[in-house]
């Protein structure tokens, strides 16, 4: 393989650029905007950073975050302390920064807008608003809004949610995270260097209604967003049916981070997936198993393996989560109020918010840790004057 063409250049493009390039591969990427501000809270999670330390070893300006505020209807607040700190970029700045080691390990970068692709023998014709290139292969990194119709995850509208919101003045130390009624989705207000970023997620209920949602939150909370900047993006949340199916690599490519699908469909997390599958997708076409046939049957083999399955175990769990009722409560209450009441069941909290918790394994360690949670939860309610032998002197 002499040519790689790497179609996107955001986290996804920008991480299998870099690590193609440093194996002296010759890498072409091309990226309509190159870096920008593409709407995103931009936090990272501890599984990211413990994968690829140089996200927090590093100049850039970024925010650590040590404490979330959770919140749902008729639940009160829960305030929960992060061991691992939730790490936030601007996107501007993230971007920036992963494209810059591409451009140093070797690849060459280039501003243009992939207008097509059509196959030329082995290899490919990516025609581009500067003009047309031939390569041998091609990574498919085009984000939630990939307009090449051939490559890359199908989406249709139950495997996407619409995600948007404002950058507004103003400085907070924590995390608030705000669950709704009916909604399969949240609110969320990141700190970031300088501004804040209030958003709001939700899967089949349109952007309008999310927007009215997030306007009457701010409003509740005394958040001015009159002059905020607004923000709106699509999110794939893939359908647990849709994974089954999901077109991640075919002859002569492989589809990376949004453009395949790869984010987590309860709390939308995919910076950490795009890097790695960009990772996983780099290190299968390096991979001595035969040609490009067995390549490619890699990836779909170790993306499976490393993450795909535990996200398409999550897209059956999220109607559970967010619609779910358990003890005569919606399951978002009863997760905040059991985060605030039992250290035990807020040690599971921490474990997920820093991604150390797959969801395949959850219920399991939920279950195991239910009686305890629950005799914690007595405790701090003040029942350990009639649960017997737990009276102290
Ligand atoms: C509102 C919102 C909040 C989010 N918050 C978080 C968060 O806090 N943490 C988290 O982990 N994830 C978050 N996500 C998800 C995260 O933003 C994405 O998963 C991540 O950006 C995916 O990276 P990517 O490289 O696959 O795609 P993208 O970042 O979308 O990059 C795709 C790139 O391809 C380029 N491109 C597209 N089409 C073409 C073309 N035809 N020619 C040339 N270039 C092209 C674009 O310019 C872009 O730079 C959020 C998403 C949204 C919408």
Not at 188 to 208: D, N, Q, T
Not at 299 to 322: I, N, P, W
Request: hydrophobic fraction near 40%; glycine fraction near 12%; charge should be positive.
């Amino acid at each position: 393989m002499k040519r790689v063409a790497i179609l996107g250049g955001g986290p996804a493009g920008a991480f299998a650029a870099e690590q193609l390039a440093s194996a002296g591969l010759s890498v072409v990427l091309m990226d309509e905007k190159l870096a920008w501000e593409k709407p995103c809270g931009g936090g990272l999670t501890y599984k990211a950073y413990h994968q690829y330390p140089f996200l927090i070893e590093n100049t850039t300006p970024k925010r650590f975050v040590t404490e979330t505020v959770l919140s749902a209807p008729k639940a009160g607040e829960a305030t929960l302390k992060l061991g691992e700190p939730l790490v936030i970029y601007s996107r501007y700045d993230l971007n920036h920064m992963l494209l810059e080691r591409a451009g140093q390990a070797g690849a060459q970068i280039e501003k243009t807008r992939v207008t097509g692709m059509t196959r030329q023998g082995e290899g490919w014709r990516v025609s581009t608003t500067g003009g047309a290139m031939d390569t041998d292969f091609c990574i498919v990194a085009t984000g939630a809004r990939n307009s090449l119709r051939e490559v890359g995850t199908q989406l249709t509208g139950p495997d996407t949610m619409s995600a948007l919101g404002y950058y507004i003045e103003g400085e907070q130390s924590r995390i608030d995270i705000q669950f709704l009624p009916k909604l399969e989705g949240y609110i969320w207000v990141f700190p970031r260097c300088g501004h804040l970023s209030v958003g709001i997620c939700g899967k089949g209920e349109p952007a309008a209604s999310l927007r009215k949602r997030l306007e009457r939150f701010m409003a509740e909370r005394g958040i001015c967003w009159k002059d905020g900047r607004f923000y709106s993006h699509l999110l794939p949340s893939l359908d647990t049916k849709s994974w089954k199916s999901n077109r991640v690599a075919g002859d002569g490519w492989m589809a990376v981070g949004d453009a395949a699908g790869l984010v987590d469909p309860i709390t939308g997390e995919g910076l950490y997936y795009a890097m790695r599958s960009g990772d996983l997708a780099a290190k299968s076409l390096l991979a001595e198993v035969g040609g490009l046939t067995e390549r490619i049957a890699h990836y779909r083999k170790t993306l499976r393996r490393d993450f795909a399955a535990d996200l398409e175990f999550g897209s059956r769990l999220a109607k559970r989560v967010f619609h779910g009722s358990f003890l005569f409560g919606g399951v978002p209450s009863r997760m905040v109020q059991f985060t605030r009441r039992s250290p035990r069941f807020a040690g599971i909290m921490q474990d997920l918010f820093a991604g150390r918790q797959p969801y395949l394994g959850l219920k399991k360690r939920l279950m195991q840790n239910l009686n305890p949670s629950l005799y914690e939860i007595a405790m701090s309610l003040g029942f350990s004057r009639i649960v017997p032998g737990t009276r102290t002197s």
